[in-house]
């Protein structure tokens, strides 16, 4: 009876513990969300003192029966796809040969991560430069200096080069996420176990399939779940190189701030958050994050 | 004491979520009315002369305070949208005249008493190109008092033309002709710096070569009237002009850097080329001229302040008091010096004011800048027909459809009927919500 009673007050303070950040979660996370939702069926005016009208499902119906939003949405999968596995495998590639000792370790190491410390606007200007159409070093290189091509390509007005120069971008400019990651799990693994394979005459693959893969695998899902998750509403970097690419996450801003169609931007979202939390499901029950089994 | 205690959290956390969403709406404590001011000046220089204005104005006007909301111009449109929203929208902003239409739309401006301060400050003070811009739909009211503004034509390298024994291009035909004589892919020299970007750019500067063959988007009724041979005259036009020009998508840093480094004779570009020229000491050797068909199209901005609506009454009476004040002819004339050249005065008694007169920039360009000023008058936009301004004309500069079009004929090199056709469709499902 005693414990019973201790039990059932630990209880009550726990809640209490508990209550103020629970209670700042819900206002800062499900209120948004919510409201997100039930903006999601009203035509709704920025100017809040006019009356927002209900429309029911028309936002979603508009959205689903627009092909741009299944033209964006492909675009964007590709994109997320081809940048998640890129940054990945460069990335693991990288750590792969850094994880060994030799000079000047910690300079080459700090390089490697510059791209993705930097921030996103200067590394963009960047690439704008060198890829200008008149003065851009790329041209120059190509066109005066190798002759590789006489007049020089229209880099980010093509849909297909813009598409491929914003993935290579997007790479170039995370792979050191999956870099750094990957470097911290591989120094853990015991080296007596490659030493094992290679007595057993395991191959440099076979090593990498035996020994470090399973090793590394919980940060591989890691990596790639969250990568996946960040890509896939990717706005800044596509939106400021080029607008030939037209992702998800510009749709939803043209279409939010462009038309101030905010009912219509809201339903873009939670259409979204379905497709992705769908994904995240199936690829949950698919695969454990643990890496445990 | 554990009741107590969540009780007492429950309390603290009720408070900080009330204060949350309470938000800052410009308060009266301590008897002074507090109003905020939104405008895009986030420079430190220009936020001295900001602060200068506003410090006078608290000088003159005890019992009112003004809270800055310095924006960057980037994220500026998005902000008003965000605190319109959510009720926070401050009681003066600095505003376009096109984001005026688009706030107006949504009765987000208050345009009695925008009319009023204009009244006050006097109409015929203003240049009439100037104030047509922020003229509401009915013609009856304004949705701005413009305060400074820019205007936008072809800029031309005096020595470069008069080498090849060229004269300043008074039509269509002459610019084209001089394009032709000045580009040589070759040496990667080209005619003329266009603009051909799938953004505002590309929209502002073929509204002047459109509307000066008379074509514009919206007839006097308002209705769609974008598929008409002047149109089409004006795009095939802008077509072959475009393959005298840099190739690629030409934005602004594009334009104005070719026209800076000899790389062409002319730009399409605003008068915030002016202050660059200045710095290279080049200010007698620029020249501006305006396209010609049938008519003389310039193409203008204005920026103007407006004020908000659904405030409360000392909030309002503040908020105009504060908008007055500084569309005195000598605060103009502070505001529109932040960027001599680049920025233009709007209003005629800037123009007469011996501080602007003196500035060594203004002066610098001499009768150029009479010139300019003058230029107003000749001012033709997009959705401004028979005097009418056309709110839905915002939307059509929204959705995107013109540079899209634009930049398809010239970059993308295709066919102008048919991308006519599909801006007309595209603006047509805009124009129908």
């Known amino acids: 009876m005693k414990t019973k009673l201790k039990q059932k007050s630990d209880a009550k303070l726990a809640l209490a513990l508990l209550f103020p950040s629970f209670a700042l979660l819900l206002l800062l996370v499900a209120y948004p969300m919510i409201s997100n939702i039930q903006i999601s069926f009203f035509d709704q005016p920025i100017n809040p003192r006019l009356s927002a009208k209900f429309v029911g499902l028309k936002n979603f119906i508009d959205i689903l029966t627009d092909a741009e939003f299944f033209k964006s949405l492909g675009i964007t999968l590709l994109y997320t796809v081809l940048t998640v596995a890129g940054s990945t495998i460069f990335g693991l590639a990288v750590a792969i040969f850094f994880n060994r000792p030799f000079k000047f370790r910690k300079t080459a190491r700090s390089i490697i991560i510059l791209s993705y410390v930097t921030p996103s606007i200067s590394l963009i200007f960047a690439w704008k430069y060198m890829f200008n159409n008149g003065y851009g070093v790329i041209n120059y290189l190509g066109g005066d200096v190798l002759h590789l091509f006489k007049e020089a390509p229209l880099w980010f007005d093509n849909p297909v080069s813009s598409f491929l120069l914003v993935v290579l971008f997007a790479i170039w400019r995370y792979f050191p996420y999956a870099f750094i990651s990957f470097l911290a799990i591989l120094q853990t693994i015991d080296n007596t176990l490659y030493e094992a394979a290679e007595i057993d005459g395991a191959s440099a693959w076979e090593k990498f399939k035996i020994v470090t893969l399973p090793a590394i695998m919980p940060v591989l899902l890691t990596v790639i779940t969250l990568r996946a998750i960040w890509m896939f509403y990717m706005f800044t970097d596509v939106y400021l190189l080029t607008n030939k690419v037209d992702i998800l996450g510009i749709y939803l801003y043209k279409t939010a701030f462009a038309f101030n169609d905010l009912g219509k931007a809201s339903s873009i979202s939670v259409i979204l958050f379905i497709i992705l939390f769908i994904v995240i499901m199936l690829s949950r029950k698919r695969v454990n994050l643990n890496g445990n089994g | ?433």
């Open chain 2, 1 to 433: 004491m554990i009741k107590k205690g969540l009780s007492l959290v429950l309390i603290l956390v009720l408070a900080v979520a009330l204060t949350a969403c309470n938000g800052s709406k410009q308060s009266s404590s301590d008897g002074k009315t507090t109003i905020e001011f939104m405008h895009s000046s986030v420079e430190q220089e220009r936020l001295a002369v900001i602060n200068k204005l506003v410090a006078q104005f608290e000088k003159e006007h005890k019992d009112i305070k003004i809270k800055q909301v310095p924006v960057e111009e980037d994220s500026y449109n998005t902000k008003i949208v965000t605190l319109a929203n959510s009720g926070k929208l401050p009681a003066v902003l600095e505003v376009g005249q096109d984001y005026a239409k688009v706030m107006d739309k949504d009765e987000l401006i208050d345009k009695s008493a925008v009319s009023k301060i204009i009244d006050k400050v006097g109409k015929d003070n203003y240049y009439e190109g100037a104030l047509k811009l922020m003229k509401t739909e009915d013609g009856k009211s304004f949705t701005g008092a413009p305060i400074s503004g820019w205007v936008q034509g072809i800029w031309y390298n005096k020595e470069m033309l008069a080498s090849k024994g060229l004269k300043e291009p008074k039509s269509w035909d002459d610019i084209l002709a001089i394009a032709k004589v000045f580009t040589d892919k070759g040496n990667k020299k080209y005619g003329i710096a266009l603009p051909t970007v799938e953004g505002g750019f590309s929209e502002q500067a073929f509204s002047q070569f459109a509307l000066s063959n008379n074509a514009n988007i919206l007839n006097s009724k308002g209705k769609l009237n974008i598929d008409t041979p002047e149109m089409k005259e004006a795009l095939t036009y802008y077509q072959n002009l475009a393959k005298y020009t840099m190739p690629g998508s030409n934005d602004t840093t594009e334009v104005k850097d070719a026209f800076m480094n000899g790389t062409v004779p002319m730009a399409l570009y605003s008068t915030y080329i002016l202050p660059s020229v200045f710095e290279e000491g080049k200010a007698s050797n620029i020249g501006f001229a305006i396209p010609k068909q049938k008519s003389k199209a310039v193409f203008g901005t204005v920026s103007a302040l407006t004020i908000s609506s659904g405030l409360e009454d000392n909030q309002k009476k503040a908020a105009q008091e504060f908008v007055e004040f500084l569309s005195k002819p000598e605060n103009m004339t502070a505001w529109v010096l932040m960027s001599p050249g680049g920025a233009q005065p709007v209003n005629k008694k800037v123009t007469e004011n011996p501080d602007y007169q003196a500035n060594k920039v203004v002066k610098a360009f001499g009768n150029l800048s009479n010139e300019i000023a003058a230029s107003y008058n000749d001012i033709q936009v997009f959705g401004l027909v028979d005097g009418k301004n056309f709110l839905k004309m915002g939307d059509v500069t929204s959705s995107g459809a013109i540079p899209k079009l634009v930049n398809g004929i010239t970059v993308g090199g295709k066919d102008v009927k048919s991308e006519l056709k599909t801006a007309e469709k595209s603006l047509e499902d805009v124009l129908k919500k």
